[in-house]
């Protein structure tokens, strides 16, 4: 009897337990939200039909907000909460290799006067539980459709918005086109305003008309306005150590990339100056896009409350058609980086990179007084490696010098090898500083604050490529060397015949969060250009 008392006891507890966690897996399964599917009544958003913005409305964590085919006239912005929704928004029509379906899609058309005061159309904010992100459309911005009021800006198109412990936002395959640009609106639109440090903008295409003849050498669209903001995160970007190539652990244990702001495998053509503009602690990744009348920069502390941070440019190809007003590709004025493996055209008057420190001579910066000399404030070829040396004018920066590896006129590491060039002494009386400011070269010198490609690197000055068992066994502190045998690495001596291996090495390409892409993944190609004459250089060139 004993026995069979114990026995049903047992039997009795178990029965229960399985009851109670059976009762437990039915709560959790019905009390979990599930992701949805939301589809917008139309694509419309305007004045008393706000079909898309109550789509987003309804969206929860998880959801995604599908926007129908068709072409609409926007005359509302459309606003995320802050902080921001996990969601997906997309347009309808297979998503192809980049850019949004030019036929058959969502075609959206902004018509407004200046959308109630607002700069930016579509405004985002980082999501603190997942990521945002935003496919598969068409977004047109003709400049005949709005209205142009003096003293304020014209319309640009997305803005994203940093949100403490937010994801990064996630902009793929959208086609966003500016036409009949107008001379009131130089230097005064951009697509994309990040005032965020991270970001994943992919596949996407950046198209605008030539904005030569209305603007000459100015800015004319900004493809990716980059500010964390001077008073928000820029102090703490620039004073953080380097988040370079696979430095950049931020984000998923083991995965990362979440440190930076990436942009690759996008097509961008006439942003002419300043396509891509950096300041106030960016940290950014331009690689594998091909940018068509295009050039690339960002400023420097004397142009911004707080410098750039730091930079990567590689695997990029750019295009001239003789017809925008440009001379130069990458022009930075602070900061420091890696510039590799890029292809642009060999033509007669423009710059490969330039690098300026416009504090020494131009009133842009206020002519501020330069207090010791060497180095000026976060400029070119200075950064922060947390080792809290102060520098010859009291401050908590060190060296960090700018690399140039590679960079050939045409694929294949042929032709004429592009190189970093300094700007000019001003001379220009109405922006002049006065006499006994020192000279551009006293402030920027190579093989210390950057280093050039040399094709016959013998370790003593500049920077190489080869098979690693090709580099020189001596090296002078501070060069550094490509490895034909190990993309996407760099070696750096560290010290006086001491070479380290992989001193950099690129963060892996597709971006995990750009998923469908490969290891192998190009740059769209480039329409064919008629070979042009090469133009007259600009006398006093500057990043606007």
């Known amino acids: 009897m004993v026995r069979t008392a114990l026995t049903l006891t047992f039997n009795w507890?178990?029965?229960?337990?399985?009851?109670?966690?059976?009762?437990?897996s039915l709560l959790v399964c019905v009390s979990a939200p599930q992701a949805a599917t939301v589809t917008a009544a139309s694509c419309e958003n305007k004045s008393g039909q706000t079909d898309v913005q109550n789509a987003i409305n309804a969206a929860s964590n998880g959801d995604t907000v599908v926007i129908p085919a068709g072409t609409c006239a926007w005359t509302v912005g459309l606003a995320f909460p802050n902080p921001g929704k996990a969601i997906k928004v997309t347009g309808s029509g297979t998503i192809p290799s980049i850019g949004a379906a030019t036929s058959g899609g969502t075609t959206i058309q902004l018509i407004a006067p200046q959308f109630a005061g607002k700069y930016d159309v579509i405004e985002l904010?980082?999501?603190?539980?997942?990521?945002?992100?935003i496919s598969n459309l068409t977004i047109i911005n003709n400049f005949n459709n709005i209205s142009h009021v003096a003293g304020q800006p014209t319309n640009g198109v997305i803005f994203i918005g940093y949100v403490s412990g937010g994801k990064p936002v996630i902009l793929h395959h959208l086609t966003l086109q500016f036409t009949n640009f107008q001379a009131g609106d130089c230097g005064g639109s951009w697509m994309v305003n990040a005032a965020t440090y991270h970001g994943v903008v992919y596949r996407n295409k950046f198209l605008n008309d030539n904005p030569g003849a209305a603007c000459g050498f100015s800015n004319a669209i900004t493809t990716l306005h980059l500010d964390p903001g001077a008073g928000t995160l820029g102090p703490g970007l620039w004073s953080s150590t380097s988040t370079l190539g696979i430095r950049d652990t931020a984000g998923p244990v083991g995965v990362g990339g979440e440190g930076n702001f990436y942009f690759e495998t996008n097509q961008v053509d006439y942003g002419v100056v300043n396509g891509i503009d950096i300041n106030d602690g960016a940290r950014i990744v331009i690689r594998y896009n091909t940018f068509n009348n295009t050039s690339i920069g960002g400023h420097g502390h004397d142009s911004s409350p707080v410098s750039n941070r730091q930079w990567e440019i590689y695997n990029n190809t750019f295009t001239w058609d003789g017809a925008a007003t440009m001379n130069r590709w990458i022009a930075w004025r602070g900061g420091s980086g890696i510039i590799m493996d890029n292809i642009t055209p060999h033509l007669t008057g423009f710059v490969f990179t330039q690098l300026c420190t416009f504090a020494l001579d131009r009133n842009v910066s206020g002519c501020p007084n330069l207090g010791n000399g060497y180095p000026w404030y976060q400029q070119c070829g200075w950064g922060y490696d947390g080792s809290h040396l102060l520098d010859a004018n009291g401050r908590d920066q060190q060296i960090s010098p700018i690399y140039n590896i590679g960079n050939y006129e045409q694929p294949n590491q042929t032709g004429n090898v592009g190189v970093i060039l300094l700007c000019g002494d001003n001379t220009d009386a109405g922006s002049w500083?006065?006499?006994?400011?020192?000279?551009?070269?006293?402030?920027?010198?190579?093989?210390?604050?950057?280093?050039?490609?040399?094709?016959?690197?013998?370790?003593?000055?500049?920077?190489?490529?080869?098979?690693?068992?090709?580099?020189?066994?001596?090296?002078?502190?501070?060069?550094?060397?490509?490895?034909?045998?190990?993309?996407?690495?760099?070696?750096?001596?560290?010290?006086?015949?001491?070479?380290?291996?992989?001193?950099?090495?690129?963060?892996?390409?597709?971006?995990?969060?750009?998923?469908?892409?490969?290891?192998?993944?190009?740059?769209?190609?480039?329409?064919?250009?008629?070979?042009?004459?090469?133009p007259a250089a600009p006398s006093n060139l500057q990043v606007k």
């Open 13 to 24: 507890q178990w029965l229960m337990r399985a009851l109670v966690l059976a009762w437990l």
């Open 125 to 133: 904010y980082e999501s603190t539980v997942g990521y945002l992100e």
């Open 433 to 534: 500083c006065g006499p006994g400011r020192p000279s551009q070269a006293t402030f920027l010198a190579s093989n210390r604050d950057y280093y050039n490609f040399y094709p016959n690197f013998d370790g003593s000055a500049g920077t190489g490529r080869g098979l690693r068992a090709a580099r020189p066994a001596t090296c002078t502190k501070g060069v550094a060397y490509a490895s034909t045998d190990s993309p996407g690495m760099m070696d750096l001596c560290t010290a006086t015949n001491t070479w380290t291996n992989a001193w950099y090495t690129e963060y892996q390409y597709p971006h995990p969060l750009a998923p469908g892409g490969s290891a192998t993944s190009s740059a769209p190609a480039p329409s064919p250009a008629p070979a042009p004459a090469s």
